[in-house]
């Protein structure tokens, strides 16, 4: 199995640009997780999605911030417009189970 | 409420010795995991244990879920200097939905060789 597929690995952006991040589960995995990381924070858990259905987007920070999944093989985080302080590595993580397995993340630089 | 207490935050340990790392909430958890996570990657699954009392191996890693099923910990035995990476603890609430996964704030391992 590929494993859960993020792209890109790394975005660099200007302050107020759109920036779209995306995200392939683990084929069959019926969970599908957006977290950030932070050196301040830690890992914190944005939004997640059962069956392409949002469930709990209480952690999403702000409105310019917004998840998407079209279908079960794929999921989109959308930040319009970006600011610095979205600055952090963004993965993306599925599940069956209680077991979550993550992707490579993608580490998103908004100067 | 439910947070994840995990210590040591960071340890400098020399090849060949054994490491031991915990986690603690004041709260009833009914799954432990732990994930390992190395630089530029994401967390990558250790062990998962479901079971109050249980004690999970999976090579030099040994990870037991607490009796009081509020506390886990993960011991590795004769590091080596792969095993450098952070490693975290996540646990489901009882209270929780099956997806409600609470994380700790990760303990930094470096291993001198």
């Known amino acids: 199995d590929a494993g859960v597929i993020q792209s890109p690995r790394h975005e660099v952006t200007e302050m107020g640009q759109e920036v779209t991040l995306r995200c392939k589960p683990i084929?069959?995995?019926?969970?599908l997780f957006w977290y950030r990381q932070t050196m301040m924070r830690g890992l914190e858990l944005l939004i997640y999605?059962?069956?392409?259905?949002?469930?709990?987007d209480s952690g999403m920070p702000e409105d310019r911030f917004s998840a998407k999944m079209p279908n079960a093989s794929f999921s989109t985080l959308k930040i319009q417009p970006s600011e610095p302080r979205d600055s952090a590595v963004y993965f993306c993580?599925?599940?069956?189970?209680?077991?979550?397995?993550f992707g490579p993340g993608t580490r998103l630089t908004v100067t | 409420g439910q947070q994840l207490n995990q210590s040591p935050q960071s340890m400098f340990i020399q090849e060949g010795e054994d490491v031991s790392m915990n986690c603690t909430s004041s709260?009833?958890?009914?799954?432990w995991l732990w994930y390992k996570q190395e630089p530029g990657e994401g967390p990558v699954l250790l062990i998962a244990l479901y079971k109050a009392g249980e004690l999970t191996s999976n090579g030099r890693l040994t990870a037991q879920f607490g009796i009081t099923r509020k506390d886990s910990f993960l011991n590795i035995s004769a590091s080596i200097p792969s095993d450098v990476g952070i490693y975290f603890c996540a646990g489901q609430p009882f209270s929780g939905n099956n997806n409600d996964m609470r994380f700790g704030a990760g303990t930094r391992l470096t291993v001198k060789p």
């Open positions: 999605f059962n069956n392409n259905v949002p469930i709990d």
């Open positions: 993580a599925s599940s069956l189970g209680a077991e979550q397995y």
């Open positions: 084929s069959g995995h019926d969970y």
């Open positions: 709260s009833i958890f009914n799954t």
